[in-house]
């Protein structure tokens, strides 16, 4: 049986799904241009996550087969607008930073995926404890990825200008094609490091059964 521990931290790493599971790219591609857009994708499509992972785990025995998909769609849906009614109301300069993909958080695979995968089949703990660690993941990932492009397309981070890099900075890492290469570049550093973890850890626990 996994741990409570390892569900989400399974999220964060080894199910990461930007880098790992290859999940929700068109927010990552399109939002993150700023870590604050990253940072606020991440969370509102966490808080959604949370929220339907916890609902469908509750009504996973009552909602029939047949129209288990629609159904989870106009949950998570539910959701979906009141992130987008809470940012419209109190944080409008977020709100028209992330503009339509709002709206398409009801779409990412990564919500649906998580619903049909896990919370339709596990209990509501720990549906919930996998929606964090996915959450954090995602989030983790927008952050790296707005960070990354924001430092070397604009020369600033959270909007705050760095003097020596705004003068030179490569406004191409803002353009969708610089989004496509930190993707990459980051997605291979991520696995690597992921990768080499895996076999100390393999490697640790082979020495242990020797002794």
Known sequence: MIKKSDIVKNGIIKNNPTFRLVLGTCPTLAVTTSVMNGISMGLATTFVLICSNIIISLLRNIIPDKVRIPAYILLIATFVIVVEMVLRAFLPDIY???????????????????????????????????????????????????????LLGAGSIFSWSIPVLSDCAMTIFILPAGGFFAYGFLMVIFNQLVKKAEERKKHKAEKGAER
Do not use: P, Q
Not at 97 to 119: D, P, T
Not at 128 to 139: P, R
């Open 96 to 150: 028209d930073a992330l503009g339509l993909f709002i709206s398409l958080i009801v779409v990412n695979c990564i919500i649906l995926g998580r619903a049909e995968s896990f919370a339709s089949a596990n209990t509501v703990l720990d549906s919930a404890l996998d929606a964090v660690g996915i959450g954090a993941g995602f989030t983790f990932a927008l952050m790296l990825m707005g960070f990354v492009r924001e």
